[in-house]
């Protein structure tokens, strides 16, 4: 175990120009064009409901109330989509094209939603009034967000100079700032009563930390290889990272197991087909999904049990993974993909 300072976040149009250009595989499907949509699935069976289609560029994704999500694309564009009505409800111009940005997206406590702009800029948007209320910068290339459940804050993790910066909400002003010894790669939130931020990073320094936000000390694991994402599923201490395994057939998810998340009872990594990337929680089923990109150009998504570890059900949904997320209080799944 290590003692010191550190966050992670999701360098997510990196870790797709890895898969497209790796020397061991010929992923070639994906491109920067493309058809963009949401694959609506139902969590009880993985059975896909339907698809909500016309978001060019899109790049992440909010889930805002029972009924409603955002998608952000790298077009600068802001969608508000209706799960009730399948259909996008309202579109806005929020800023600036820019083609790897846009790739992470927070509702914060207060209900604003914060996401990376383009050209190293924040942006604070009004869901309620679909508008930009505010824009700032946090480092000089943020690449991805969460945000803490218990406090007025979110996280910044940047790509340049591998730190990771705490922001109020309130101001909009960095709090506090700490260094990573590799390339931030993912980020999350834990639980409110643990007071916890899960970080998982890549590169040299490829491992798992869990980070105290009232003591900042943080402890760290190592993880088989680089990692693309974590999720920490909360009122539990358990959180499940994913690893492409870019230099080998297939990638693989390690799961974490502990009191307290900082010294776990138990680490396991399980093999799954293509490369997972993408993963989220669903509290109510105390379960992971996790989208692994397949080389054919499809994803396949798959439902692990977040106390026994078992794969419950597969599905395979066309297209590159951008963006995943349980909806619905947990009665759906929105997956993110480019064809």
Known sequence: MVNRFVLAARPHALLLAAILWSGCHQIDEVGAEGSTGVTILDTSDLSIIGTIPGFPGGRSLCVLDLTHFLVASNEGVMYTASLADMAV????????????????????????????????????????THAVVDEFTAGPSPVSLCRSLAQNRIYVGDASDLEIREVST????????????GMPAALSTS????????A??????HSICVLDTGSYYFWTFATPSDNAGISGLPDTSICCATQPRLDGDAGMVTLVRGADMAFPDEIQTMSLTGHPLEVCCNPPEH???????????STRIYEIDGFTWEILATADVPGYPWDIAAAGQGTRLLVLTLE
């Open 89 to 128: 409800s309202d579109v806005r111009q929020i800023g600036s094209p820019f083609g790897s940005g846009y790739g992470g997206m927070v509702l914060a406590t207060g209900g604003h939603v914060y996401l990376l702009g383009g050209f190293g800029r924040l942006l604070e948007y009004n869901p309620a």
């Open 191 to 198: 639980s409110p009563s643990l007071n916890n931020i899960l």
């Open 200 to 205: 998982a990073t890549a590169g040299a320094d």
């Open 170 to 181: 309130i101001t909009n002003e960095v709090v506090r700032e700490v260094q990573l010894d």
């Open 287 to 297: 379960c992971f999904f996790v989208a692994s990109y397949l080389e054919g150009g």
